[in-house]
């Protein structure tokens, strides 16, 4: 079963706009939330994350916004750029367990 | 230091027959895990090992995969009597093992099954 579920499936967004990915998720015992960035032909790279003591943390032009009793969390991606098309994946985790939403395809259009 | 590696990049196969994927994790880690991706899908978790520990192989889909990682280091990834639908890339990744450490993927090996 996904444990992780994530959408949109793909999202289109102009230059300059907001990117907003949500994912949920199903087991109160995971206790930490990545996001992971993927780029043709790369594997994965961890992007930002969150731990569920608190309800927002933002890097940069990356936010995560974390709402614990809702078991929601969301990555918003301010000023989106062109640079910024790439596969993003939500996860979460317990200890070593690590379980991934099927991921958003992102376009930023110039 | 390097990062992971998985080797071979691709590999074409014929249904039925047996293949070998490497992964070579980053020096120190700990904690190794095998991920499948297939085409416009998420990181479905394979297996996971920790040390000296058992493996976790709760997500291999069939008997037909296996895994095992040598010395503490370098794992290979087994698939036997491969079928079409195991057409996919899989990803290798490797922490320092614990809550909260990051997992750092290798580049993938894609396997296309004919």
């Known amino acids: 079963q996904q444990q992780v579920k994530q959408s949109p499936q793909s999202l289109i967004v102009q230059k300059g706009g907001i990117s907003i990915i949500n994912c949920a998720y199903e087991n109160t015992a995971f206790d930490y939330f990545p996001w992971y960035q993927q780029f043709p032909g790369k594997g994965p790279a961890l992007l930002i994350a969150?731990?569920?003591?608190?309800s927002e943390k933002k890097e940069g032009r990356f936010t995560i916004s974390f709402n614990k009793s809702a078991k929601q969390f969301s990555l918003h991606i301010m000023d989106s750029q062109p640079g910024d098309s790439a596969t993003y994946f939500c996860?979460?985790?317990?200890?070593?367990?690590?379980?991934f939403g099927a991921g958003t395809r992102l376009t930023v259009k110039p | 230091g390097a990062g992971v590696s998985q080797s071979p990049s691709n590999k074409v196969t014929e249904k039925g027959k047996d293949v070998e994927l490497r992964c070579d994790p980053i020096s120190g880690h700990t904690a190794l895990y095998w991920y499948r991706q297939s085409l416009g899908q998420g990181l479905e978790f394979l297996i996971y090992?920790?040390?000296?520990?058992?493996?976790?192989k709760s997500g291999l889909p069939s008997d037909r995969f296996s895994a095992e990682r040598t010395g503490g280091s370098v794992s290979t990834l087994t698939i036997q009597r491969t079928q079409q639908e195991d057409s996919a890339v899989y990803l290798c990744a490797s922490s320092l093992g614990g809550p909260y450490h990051e997992q750092f993927f290798g580049p993938g090996t894609r396997l296309t099954v004919l």
């Open positions: 996860a979460a985790s317990n200890n070593n367990d690590m379980r």
């Open positions: 090992f920790q040390g000296n520990s058992a493996p976790d």
């Open positions: 969150i731990r569920p003591d608190v």
